[in-house]
């Protein structure tokens, strides 16, 4: 009774940190409530469920403690999004494990449990071994552009076959064998099925793996009887889908065309083979086109915060400001390596939270700026996406800058963005490329303001 | 078995809720929050290692409780220094 009652206090607070995790004022509340409520179950297992092994429960919890709190306090927070992948790969494996142990503890029981227990293990393993592929493509350990293995989706539609075939069997037959088997599959299919997602698609994946961990999780609260399991596990599947839905929506993608646009054969159009010129500029030239302007946007990308230069920007808007200029940032939902990456990272180097603009507030009046200033982004002001049906992007909303009066993009160097498509913007009229790293040109900027 | 159902029905419909609203900017923060929820696998991982009889359980289960605590506390604390940039 008692502990059904604690249950319920961890349901209760785990639904009110999600609610609170929906809105800026109350989020940090919102995931110490949550905090609270896991502290609240998990005292309640042990007390109450530790038949023996106690002693070992509380080393593996000291090791799990010992790992996870130093990996999440040093990540950088350019690296987040691998982090809750790797995070989230491990809660589904967990799933998957206990699923197993408790075939083995009672393997002779009714249909309803043994459908529960496959589910667990099939999607406890695909979550693990999809959220592992895609960490490994974030942190670029591999090749962040779409994998298409020879026979890649007929080897794909095979392991999702044989995986419900081996669920259908192992139900009948109860064989801690075919089990096994079925994890091995799972395993097979999650890394088949993250495979093709392309670079800039990798978060939705993750997004969904989340969403298929929670199931995983309410699948075994079945097989375990629990009910807490299975309200936390499907609040977190249910709200999981809800969020995946979200980020595709911000992007103009169906989720079916983010994970099985790969397979289609894309008609890449052939743009000519000959050298296409480009305008590159000097430092002081972009230093007089910005210290003369009235009204400029900073659109920053992921480049800026690999090259740590959030702090450099924020330096050379102030500097502008005092010369009366009006500047704002130009925030794509995606900007970054997940929807509101950006917005972290900026908050991070104290950009006020005032000059953070959307799509909808820097579009319609993108005609009057007089300089957009792209740092280190490249997809998001890709006019390739609202113009060329044939783009892989194409439909994903972007920042018209292509519309201000001129252009000044910071590059490294003329490779392509993380979805590995060409820009029509760099050979623009209007457009001046600044090479070099981000940090480097800007603090050179600041310098060259600071003379004029 | 129904009350399980209906609990799962009910608690679809809750989660599917909660989140309708959620701007751009917390996209992250809350999938991470939703990320460390689902680390009450702990739970399980827990109860099961509890009472495991043979050494194959336990192994199994104890792996299971360290995978399980790495994802509840990396989830909350990563989740938290994402929303201390936030705090104004």
């Given at each position: 009774m008692i502990?059904?009652?604690m249950?319920l ?5 785990f639904?009110l940190?999600?609610?609170?995790l929906?809105?800026?004022k109350y989020?940090?509340y ?7 409520g ?10 109450h469920?530790?038949?023996?092994n106690g ?6 919890v000291?090791?799990?403690?010992v790992?996870?709190i130093?990996?999440?306090r ?6 987040i999004?691998?982090?809750v992948a790797l995070?989230n ?7 998957a494990?206990v699923?197993?142990a408790?075939f083995f503890?009672v ?11 496959v589910?667990?293990?099939?999607i ?7 959220s592992?592929?895609?960490?490994l493509?974030?942190?670029e350990?591999?090749t ?7 026979a ?13 075939a081996?669920?259908a069997?192992t139900?009948?037959?109860?064989n801690?064998?075919?089990l096994?088997?079925l994890a ?8 088949l ?5 392309g670079?800039?698609d990798?978060?939705?994946a993750i997004?969904?793996l989340?969403a ?6 309410a699948a075994?609260g079945y097989?375990l ?5 299975i309200?936390?596990?499907t609040?977190v599947g249910?709200?999981?889908t ?7 929506q ?10 099985f646009?790969?397979?289609k054969v894309?008609?890449?159009?052939a ?13 002081e030239d ?5 210290g003369?302007a009235?009204?400029v946007v ?6 800026l ?5 959030q702090h450099a920007v924020?330096?050379l808007v102030a500097?502008?400001?005092?010369r009366?200029?009006?500047v ?9 390596r997940?929807?509101g990456?950006?917005n972290v990272?900026?908050a991070?180097?104290?950009?006020p939270?005032e ?5 909808d507030d820097v579009n319609?009046?993108i005609?009057?700026v007089?300089?957009?200033?792209v740092?280190?982004?490249n997809?998001?002001?890709n006019?390739?996406?609202?113009d ?10 972007i920042f018209?800058?292509?519309r ?5 993009f910071?590059?490294?160097s ?9 820009n029509e913007?760099?050979?623009n009229?209007?457009?001046?490329l600044?090479?070099?790293d981000?940090k480097?040109s800007l603090?050179k900027?600041?310098?060259a303001?600071k003379?004029? | ?6 609990i ?9 809720e909660?989140?309708?609203k ?5 996209h992250t923060?809350?999938m ?9 696998i702990?739970v ?5 290692t509890g009472?495991a ?5 336990l192994?199994?289960g104890l792996?299971a409780?360290?995978?399980?605590t790495?994802?509840?506390?990396g989830g909350?604390v990563?989740t938290?220094?994402m929303?201390?940039m936030?705090r104004?």
């Amino acid at each position: 009774m008692i502990v059904q009652l604690m249950y319920l206090v961890a349901a209760l607070c785990f639904i009110l940190a999600l609610k609170g995790l929906s809105s800026p004022k109350y989020a940090r509340y919102g995931n110490f409530i949550g905090a609270f409520g896991m502290l609240v179950a998990v005292v309640t297992a042990y007390v109450h469920g530790v038949v023996h092994n106690g002693l070992w429960i509380l080393i593996a919890v000291a090791l799990g403690v010992v790992v996870g709190i130093p990996a999440a306090r040093s990540v950088k927070m350019t690296a987040i999004p691998q982090m809750v992948a790797l995070f989230n790969g491990v809660g589904g494996a967990a799933a998957a494990l206990v699923a197993l142990a408790e075939f083995f503890a009672v393997p002779e029981t009714g249909v309803l449990f043994r459908l529960a227990t496959v589910l667990t293990v099939l999607i406890g393993s695909v979550s693990f071994s999809g959220s592992v592929v895609t960490f490994l493509k974030l942190q670029e350990l591999m090749t962040t552009r779409p994998v298409l293995l020879p026979a890649g989706q007929q080897l794909a539609i095979a392991a999702a076959v044989s995986s419900v075939a081996l669920c259908a069997l192992t139900m009948a037959v109860p064989n801690g064998f075919l089990l096994w088997l079925l994890a091995a599959v799972g395993l097979a299919l999650g890394v088949l099925f993250v495979l093709p997602v392309g670079g800039a698609d990798v978060p939705i994946a993750i997004s969904l793996l989340n969403a298929f961990t929670g199931l995983a999780v309410a699948a075994s609260g079945y097989v375990l009887a629990n009910t807490l399991l299975i309200v936390a596990g499907t609040l977190v599947g249910a709200s999981g889908t809800i969020l995946t839905r979200l980020m595709a929506q911000a992007m103009g993608r169906s989720l079916a065309n983010i994970l099985f646009g790969a397979f289609k054969v894309t008609a890449v159009v052939a743009q000519g083979e000959e050298q296409r010129t480009v305008k590159s500029g000097t430092v002081e030239d972009v230093a007089i086109l910005l210290g003369y302007a009235n009204n400029v946007v900073v659109v920053p990308g992921y480049g800026l915060a690999v090259a740590q230069a959030q702090h450099a920007v924020r330096e050379l808007v102030a500097q502008l400001e005092r010369r009366g200029v009006s500047v704002s940032y130009g925030i794509h939902p995606v900007a970054g390596r997940m929807p509101g990456h950006m917005n972290v990272l900026l908050a991070e180097a104290d950009v006020p939270y005032e000059q953070l603009k959307e799509l909808d507030d820097v579009n319609p009046g993108i005609t009057s700026v007089d300089v957009a200033v792209v740092v280190g982004a490249n997809d998001v002001v890709n006019p390739g996406a609202r113009d060329e049906p044939a783009s892989p992007i194409y439909g994903m909303p972007i920042f018209d800058v292509d519309r201000a009066k001129s252009v000044v993009f910071m590059k490294r160097s003329m490779r392509p963005g993380f979805a590995g498509v060409d820009n029509e913007l760099l050979y623009n009229p209007k457009t001046t490329l600044l090479f070099g790293d981000a940090k480097e040109s800007l603090t050179k900027l600041l310098a060259a303001v600071k003379q004029l | 078995m129904i009350d399980l159902l209906t609990i799962f029905v009910l608690a679809v419909f809750v989660g599917f809720e909660v989140v309708s609203k959620v701007s751009t900017i917390l996209h992250t923060p809350l999938m991470s929050g939703a990320n460390a929820i689902h680390g009450v696998i702990l739970v399980g991982a827990i109860l099961i290692t509890g009472s495991a009889e043979s050494t194959l359980e336990l192994v199994l289960g104890l792996l299971a409780v360290f995978l399980a605590t790495v994802n509840v506390v990396g989830g909350f604390v990563v989740t938290d220094r994402m929303l201390e940039m936030f705090r104004k």
